[in-house]
């Protein structure tokens, strides 16, 4: 059961924006939301209001055929028409669980996302490298555009961290569940024995900040300068042109040293610090709505152990949702993730759905 008060909000709230909306006092700045809102509850009213009315024609139906002085013609017709409102109700009710469903506000951004080698030296690398390549694979199948932000290799090909920046349709709503930790399970090629090695890489998915969703004052920024150096910085170190800035109030660090020039390194430093800072503040809005909940699937928690993918089986398992494919090279190839997110997706759903009657 929903409860009541959530429907009769939406009505009421359907009610005011028509009236609003229809006598032009809606400021411009606001016009534009407000319309968009009166649209999407348009999808619904009908049902909202089909809902509302269940419990008082459910009861006439009920005298109707009830009272011994109804004729038997007439008892026949409430009776199938009561069968049509049980079953009206059912739908109307999974058509408003679902529009109840809260919204994120970040689902339609592009996404950042940054990988990390973790335990495992130079293993944990080399499986870093290779989750990039599947991002990498998964984006080409599905159109999307990758520009890089900043890239640290190690030896042998692997990679200590890449950022990168993920454009297309929707990318944040689909990449979510991608946060936190990625455990792999082989034998390295370095390994003598055959001994299958345990090792793991982090991933974090950012939505993409634009300026009107996050305010940063200058004042609130130390940046620092300093030569570029290591794996990938060896052809810019002549200068001091790598680029590190602190967010004082949050504390929040930004280094970036790709770019040969400063201008450009800050610029992709600040791109990184804006989409870390309100990825900060949608995950305390997020833990303060969520108290005493059950917790979401994307809780982007980047400590958690999400997913392990075994070589010597050829398995990948996602720790969330228990499940496992034996498909792990295509999976790695960019194959089945969409089978993957969407089993993410509609347990997502459905644990915010019971979080709707708490």
Not at 38 to 51: C, M, N, P, Q, T
Not at 116 to 125: D, H, P, V, Y
Not at 170 to 189: A, F, M
Request: no cysteine.
């Amino acid at each position: 059961m929903i409860p009541k008060d959530k429907i009769e909000f939406l009505v009421e709230r359907y009610s005011f924006l028509e009236k609003e909306l229809s006598s032009q006092t809606v400021e411009k700045k606001e016009y534009a939301s407000k319309s968009k809102e009166y649209s999407d509850l348009s999808e619904i009213i009908v049902h909202a209001k089909e809902y509302l009315s269940f419990d008082s024609n459910k009861s006439d139906l009920e005298k109707i055929i009830d009272d011994t002085k109804t004729e038997s013609e007439m008892k026949e017709m409430a009776k199938n028409e009561l069968k049509d409102i049980l079953n009206k109700k059912n739908i109307n009710e999974k058509i408003l669980k679902i529009f109840l469903i809260p919204k994120d506000e970040a689902d339609q951004k592009n996404a950042i996302l940054e990988i990390r080698a973790g335990t495992g030296g130079l293993e944990a690398s080399l499986f870093a490298a290779d989750l990039f390549k599947m991002y990498e694979k998964i984006s080409v199948k599905k159109k999307w555009v990758i520009e890089i932000i900043n890239v640290s290799k190690s030896e042998a090909g692997g990679l200590k961290e890449a950022i990168f920046l993920i454009k297309g349709k929707n990318i944040y709503s689909t990449l979510k569940y991608e946060s936190g930790v990625h455990r792999v399970q082989r034998v390295p090629d370095t390994e003598t024995q055959g001994r299958v090695h345990t090792s793991a890489a982090t991933v974090a998915v950012l939505p993409e900040a634009e300026d009107i969703d996050v305010k940063i004052d200058e004042k609130d920024l130390r940046i620092d300068v300093f030569r570029s150096g290591g794996p990938g910085g060896q052809s810019v170190n002549t200068t001091d042109s790598a680029v590190r800035i602190t967010h004082i109030p949050t504390g929040i660090v930004v280094s970036q040293q790709d770019e040969k020039s400063q201008h450009k390194n800050k610029a992709k430093g600040m791109k990184i610090l804006r989409s870390r800072i309100y990825e900060s503040e949608r995950v305390k809005k997020d833990a303060e709505r969520a108290k005493d909940r059950k917790s979401k699937i994307g809780s982007g928690d980047r400590s958690e152990r999400i997913r392990t993918y075994n070589f010597p089986q050829g398995r990948v398992t996602d720790h969330r949702i228990n499940l496992t494919m034996h498909k792990l090279t295509e999976f790695m190839n960019g194959e089945f993730f969409d089978e993957m997110n969407e089993s993410l997706t509609i347990q997502d759903q459905q644990l915010k759905l019971e979080n709707l009657s708490q």
